[in-house]
């Protein structure tokens, strides 16, 4: 079993959707958990941080953790096509050598 | 904004050489990190450094060697490159070992 489990998508949205990406896993030790965006030809962003759990807002984006479940999510609201990438997540348990990623799902926001 | 760059977005050899890729960030981090990103696999860590000449091994070292003479210079070296090392290599750094980490924009190398 993977460490990070990540649906690869591709998902496809109108402008203006509500977009929700998730990943889960199985280690209850991470307690870190980061969303990256990768657009093509280019590294990964950094977008949204959390430690531990709970919600964080960041404009249209909204990261939670469900450690109960081992579930985190990204919400995108009011999606643009600008937001067409592959988010990434990411989460560790701290400690070096000890970070985890899913393997990407794609988005194509419809304009 | 922390600026990591690395020097080559686009290369190709033959297989054999010796391949340096540079990397190199401009926010006085102590961590750098080397990945390689493959369809299917997700980012895979090389090799990693907490300090000037200081270096651990990631998940897959294997035909790899790093070199980190400089706080803000992390080289990836492939000693003899072979053809299953065509992939994008990502550098990233950290301030801290468990804050997020920052990457450059890749290399994407392709061995003939």
């Known amino acids: 079993q993977k460490e990070v489990e990540q649906d690869p998508g591709p998902l496809s949205v109108p402008e203006g959707a509500i977009v929700s990406l998730n990943c889960t896993y199985s280690?209850?030790?991470?307690?870190?958990f980061m969303w990256y965006r990768q657009y093509s030809r280019k590294g990964p962003e950094l977008l949204m941080y959390?430690?531990?759990?709970g919600n964080k807002e960041d404009g249209r984006f909204t990261a939670q953790v469900d450690k109960s479940s081992k579930y985190i999510s990204l919400f995108i609201r009011d999606s643009q096509p600008s937001d067409s990438a592959t988010y990434l997540c990411?989460?560790?348990?701290?400690?070096?050598?000890?970070?985890?990623f899913g393997t990407g799902t794609r988005l194509t926001v419809i304009p | 904004d922390v600026k990591v760059t690395q020097s080559s977005r686009y290369l190709v050899k033959r297989t054999g050489e010796k391949v340096f890729l540079e990397c190199v960030q401009d926010?006085?981090?102590?961590?750098m990190f080397w990945y390689r990103q493959d369809p299917g696999l997700g980012l895979r860590l090389i090799y990693f450094?907490?300090?000037?000449?200081?270096?651990e091994k990631g998940d897959i070292p294997e035909g790899y060697s790093v070199s980190r003479e400089k706080k803000e210079r992390f080289s990836l070296i492939l000693e003899s490159a072979s053809t299953n090392q065509t992939s994008m290599y990502l550098c990233?750094?950290?301030?801290?070992?468990?804050?997020?980490?920052?990457f450059g924009d890749g290399t994407r190398l392709s061995i003939l």
């Open positions: 990233a750094s950290s301030f801290d070992i468990n804050q997020p980490q920052h």
């Open positions: 280690n209850s030790a991470f307690q870190y």
């Open positions: 959390t430690y531990s759990s």
């Open positions: 990411a989460m560790s348990a701290g400690g070096a050598n000890n970070l985890f």
């Open positions: 926010m006085d981090h102590e961590n």
């Open positions: 450094s907490y300090d000037v000449k200081m270096k």
